[in-house]
């Protein structure tokens, strides 16, 4: 192959510097990164995925399996990048993917040596014995296309841009510039999307005359006729996936270093004028360089004015050798012609085609260019559910019955008539009924017997033979085929391979095209970088935590930040944890300590029917709860399992505070505002989160109370006025404060919850009274020595209340209420479920790990699901969940973990104050 | 246990500077009071003395308006409500919300364009409630004096990070 640039056109066009596998060179302003390297000659472009063999530039366009580049321009890497339709930029460094040290010395390529014995689905079987593991990181290194580096998860975000439009039409070559002039004629609001630098499409690959003129003069009235009646044109965006609700994404691309663009447009109705691309003939060594797309090379040529060939040969029907071949000898070419159903037809050459040989016969060339046929571009169509129906006369699948909001006119229809497409967008676009196509004589395309390799799928490395062993292993199916060959994977999404590959299944089966079938197309038509899906959700975007209002006040006094259920909080305060912790366990448990308890939920229930309503929805009796009080309570799945847990504190006859754990603020008003609608009168109570309104400073230890009554608040603070469970509003530096009794570390504790914004001053405020802050971690422990539960941590999918003791509702609860039915069944009363218990280990043992099993008779009973060494109790404490636990007290378990048994003691939960003498002072 | 302090810029202390790119005008702003209503619609709009609850694509003026949440909730936005709780008088519960909402303006020619980064906007497209979802964060969205002047409320434990994702958006729209 001997391609370049003829260079009448390009004598003043701007130089661009670029690399390719180390190698300087050159191309020009407006190429394309596979033109400007077919514009200086460069015959292998890359290597296939399995063989390494060479691959030279197959497409004109988006259709080219081979063309793959890792491309870097200023800081930016990309993989996997289509060099045909990746404009080129000055600077580029382009690598080659799946070789090494280049794509034209392949260290390699002498796996295709080995090749008789790797055919389709070879690792399924080799790789089976003794363990597929064994072999996976060796083969992960060597799979894969190009390679993924930091830049993908740190490079530029993405922009994601929401748009609308009445008529969305995806192409810019005739049909679609006849569409969107006839939609925005009629006040349609317009826009029309194509994926090269122009519009045009197949009229700027192929010029012919139209309307008696040339494609530029054509074309640019109805660009000004389409922008005049206020469509939108967009060049360079590719619509690459149709979905429900008629939302279409569109990958806008820019500079090549610049932020990628996805639009997702909610269009009214789509047409799509998608056109048509060659189909490939398949012949003996068909996958060398030199090989390419009959209007791929058209297009090089007119677009680029690189002529891919002095020697070329065309393979293609009548009609278009008619139409093409005097092209390329206009442009210098020697061109000669051979029938598709030439027997025995195969390419002669290393590394790129020098001659053709079919029979005795044998004549150079040195570039051959190929079509069977049209085959029309119909991925988005059936984004869209719409169904594809066998062409015989064509070849194609072409559209058959599909979504109203949907059109497909032109090439993509099926129509390979200039006139006829235009004809169609006019029609799709004025709501007519396109004109019928005309039926047309089958080209002779089936594969011809050949002792060389016949290539389907240039990518993935699929012959004939491979299809024929599939089909041999009754990989009938198409979908099977699919999977087991890697036939139509990775970028290619068979375009190019699909109707040759269901062709040669057809062969082997002895069925008609039509019952062999086509896999399903899903989105991305093609590639996309991988930014356009993530936007801007990069680090601390991708799970944006809730801050605190305290948050500047607990990192000056040393928080160590950490994330718990969606909040940054502070894991301990100072230097070193473990030293930090113990400490703060100690200064809780015999002095003063203040935590920022912020995140737990506030959400106010009010109207004359709160009490009955969090009745309802919560398994512990609310509605006997006097003004003032407290209670803890349950909030059950109808299942009757533990999905929440929290108090609720009542202000008022009508007026309750429900403070649910920090990770379900959101999960839990979205239940009570369900059930409110459901079964309740919407008018007689509300529910309003007011979570984020206050912020809440917790005072614990038994130091506490002289700790909260230097803030004088003005409430009664003795354990007579204001006990255990119990609510008392006061006021703080002349703002409301709402102080609850309630106690989370099993001590004395006050929690204030104040306005957000003077929460600040209330912080620093208890620090100077000598509170020392203490962090979720201290807090995590002295909750367990309590048995106190974390939701989630300490209860799983299937634990219920009574699992954890507590049956008096489930028993005596006369009113219904959420979960009631669900802890009735034989499931909630079976014996064997898990229960909550506390769990010992010999004096001078280890801390048990979380998570670890509790197995009895070899058999796992329960988990570990807390574990600490406790800084109060100087030994290690647990909780686990245990098949019937709370009957098995003082049994002895083995703890399994990791190849290790240990054993462990059941104990009651609750190691610390079993009695609450502390936290009821 | 992981240290994660270093991973996450400590937050702002006090209101936010200014943010100018080319068309594009991002603050915080600080509004009077706050304060959610639930209960029929027309008793809400008697309690909050105002006569429209702004929805969208409808422009909010002045210093005291309502914002309409749901049909049975608005957002009073100014005005004096003293008492807070079940008014049994009126049937309507009331909450002040205080600055549980951060509020930021985003003005400008094309403050739009940063806002479709995010969500669905269209004139086209009227919505009865201002509550929507903006690049995964809840958000009021309404907009206030002018029509290119947008206020967006957020729950003001996720206020560092919409402000970030606004800063983001802004800076790839202006690029």
């Known amino acids: 192959m001997t391609a370049r640039r003829i260079h009448i056109a390009t004598a003043g066009s701007k130089r661009l510097a670029f690399t390719f596998d180390g190698q300087p060179l050159q191309g020009v302003a407006g190429d394309t990164i596979a033109s400007a390297l077919l514009g200086v000659g460069v015959r292998i472009v890359g290597r296939s995925f399995k063989y390494h063999r060479p691959r030279g530039v197959w497409g004109g366009w988006t259709d080219d399996p081979n063309a793959i580049f890792d491309v870097s321009l200023a800081g930016v890497t990309k993989p996997n990048v289509q060099g045909t339709a990746t404009l080129l930029e000055d600077g580029m460094i382009v690598r080659s993917v799946n070789s090494w040290p280049t794509a034209r010395f392949d260290v390699k390529a002498g796996l295709d040596l080995l090749s008789p014995f790797l055919p389709a689905g070879f690792y399924y079987k080799m790789f089976k014995w003794p363990d597929w593991h064994l072999f996976e990181p060796a083969i992960r290194k060597m799979a894969g296309l190009g390679r993924v580096g930091p830049d993908v998860a740190d490079g530029p975000d993405g922009l994601q841009i929401h748009d609308q439009c009445d008529v969305l039409v995806v192409g810019g070559g005739p049909a679609g510039l006849s569409a969107a002039r006839a939609a925005a004629h009629a006040g349609q609001d317009v826009v029309l999307v194509d994926d090269h630098p122009d519009v045009g499409g197949s009229l700027r690959d192929n010029p012919c005359q139209i309307d008696g003129t040339a494609p530029a003069v054509w074309i640019t009235p109805q660009t000004d006729a389409i922008k005049a009646a206020g469509g939108r044109i967009m060049a360079r965006t590719t619509a690459f996936g149709i979905y429900d609700h008629s939302l279409i994404s569109l990958h806008q691309t820019a500079p090549f270093a610049t932020h990628p663009k996805l639009i997702r447009m909610r269009a009214g109705r789509v047409i799509l004028a998608t056109g048509a691309i060659d189909r490939p003939v398949v012949f003996g060594n068909n996958d060398l360089p030199g090989v390419m797309s009959l209007r791929g090379a058209a297009a ?337 799945t109808e299942r009757g399992i533990i999905y929440d847990d929290g108090v609720m504190a009542r202000l008022d006859e009508n007026h309750f505070v429900v403070s649910c754990s920090s990770s379900h603020v959101s999960g839990v008003t979205a239940l009570l505002e369900a059930w409110r609608q459901d079964g309740h009168d919407p008018d007689r109570v509300f529910v309003h989160n007011v979570t984020q309104a206050w912020a809440t400073v917790t005072v614990t230890g038994p130091k506490a109370r002289d700790v909260v009554a230097a803030l004088d608040l003005g409430i009664d603070l003795q354990a007579e006025a204001f006990a255990h469970m119990s609510l008392r509003l006061g006021t703080y530096d002349g703002m409301p404060v709402r102080v609850c009794r309630v106690s989370f570390t099993g001590e004395l504790s006050f929690e204030i919850s104040i306005a957000r914004d003077s929460a600040p001053n209330l912080w620093d405020h208890v620090h100077q009274l000598g509170a020392t802050p203490i962090g979720m971690e201290a807090t995590s422990i002295l909750r367990a020595e309590k048995g106190y539960i974390i939701i989630g941590k300490d209860t799983d999918g299937e634990t219920m209340p009574q699992d954890l003791g507590l049956i008096g509702p489930r028993d005596r609860k006369t009113q219904p209420y959420v979960g009631n039915r669900g802890l009735q069944t034989p499931v909630a009363k079976a014996t064997g479920r898990q229960q909550l218990v506390g769990l010992a280990v010999p004096e001078g043992a280890t801390q048990l790990p979380t998570g670890a099993h509790l197995t009895a008779a070899g058999k796992s009973i329960g988990y570990v699901t807390s574990s600490y060494l406790s800084p109060t109790l100087g030994h290690p404490i647990a909780l686990g969940l245990v098949q019937d636990g709370l009957s098995r007290l003082n049994a002895d378990l083995t703890v399994y973990h990791l190849g290790e048994n240990r054993s462990a003691r059941i104990v009651p939960a609750c190691w610390y104050d079993p009695k609450g003498d502390r936290l009821n002072a | 246990m992981r240290n994660d302090t270093a991973k996450w810029p400590a937050p702002a202390v006090g209101p936010r500077g200014q943010v100018q790119a080319q068309g594009i005008t991002l603050d915080q702003i600080t509004l009077p009071r706050q304060v959610l209503i639930s209960g029929p619609r027309d008793a809400a709009m008697a309690l909050a003395g105002t006569t429209q609850a702004t929805g969208w694509p409808d422009v909010a003026m002045g210093d005291h308006y309502a914002l309409s949440l749901r049909r049975d909730r608005i957002l009073m936005v100014g005005g004096q409500i003293d008492s807070f709780g079940w008014r049994a008088d009126v049937g309507l519960a009331t909450s002040d919300i205080g600055t549980g909402y951060t509020v930021f303006s985003l003005q400008g020619p094309r403050a739009e364009k940063v806002l479709r980064t995010g969500t669905e906007l269209s004139e086209k497209i009227p919505s009865a409630s201002c509550l929507r979802l903006w690049n995964g964060y809840d958000i009021l969205l309404y907009r206030h004096t002018a029509t290119d002047r947008y206020l967006l409320h957020v729950g003001s434990a996720l206020a560092e990070g919409l402000w970030d994702m606004l800063n983001r958006q802004i800076r790839m729209v202006s690029a």
């Not at chain 1, 066998?390 to 229809?413: C, E, N, Q, T």
């Not at chain 1, 909080?569 to 944890?577: E, K, N, V």
């Open chain 1, 300 to 636: 090089y040529l007119h677009r680029h004015d690189v002529l891919t060939g002095t020697d070329i040969t065309l393979l293609a029907s009548a009609q278009d050798v008619a139409h093409f071949g005097p092209m390329f000898e206009r442009a210098g070419a020697q061109v000669r012609v051979l029938p598709l159903e030439t027997e025995g037809l195969r390419a002669v050459g290393r590394g790129k085609v020098r001659a053709l040989s079919y029979g005795t016969n044998r004549h150079h060339a040195d570039a051959v260019l190929c079509s069977a046929g049209l085959s029309p571009l119909v991925h988005l169509w059936c984004h869209a559910g719409g169904q594809l129906e066998w062409d015989a006369g064509r070849g194609a699948f072409l559209p058959g019955a599909g979504p109203d909001h949907l059109s497909i006119v032109g090439g993509a229809r099926g129509a390979n008539d200039l006139d006829q497409s235009i004809d169609d967008g006019h029609k799709a676009a004025t709501g007519q009924t396109p004109a019928p196509l005309p039926s047309i004589a089958p080209l002779p395309t089936t594969p011809k017997p050949s002792r060389a390799r016949q290539w389907i799928d240039l990518q993935n490395d699929v012959t004939t033979k491979d299809v024929a062993l599939a089909a041999q292993e009754n990989f009938a199916s198409v979908e099977h085929l699919k999977r087991y060959t890697t036939l139509g994977m990775a970028t290619d999404q068979g375009k190019t391979s699909n109707v040759n590959g269901l062709t040669a299944l057809a062969v082997q089966l002895g069925k008609p095209i039509a019952d062999v079938g086509t896999t399903r197309f899903r989105p991305p038509y093609v590639p996309v970088p991988l930014q356009l899906y993530r936007g801007a959700r990069s680090s601390t975007q991708i799970a944006p935590l809730q801050r605190s209002v305290l948050e500047p006040q607990i990192r000056a006094l040393g928080g160590a930040m950490a994330e718990y259920g969606g909040w940054l909080r502070p894991a301990w305060y100072g230097d070193d944890m473990t030293t930090a912790i113990a400490q703060e366990c100690a200064q809780a448990r015999n002095d003063v300590a203040m935590l920022d308890a912020s995140s737990l939920g506030k959400i106010e229930v009010m109207g004359p029917d709160a009490a009955g309503f969090l009745n309802f929805v919560y398994y512990n009796s609310i509605a006997n709860l006097p003004a003032g009080k407290i209670r803890y309570g349950f909030m059950l």
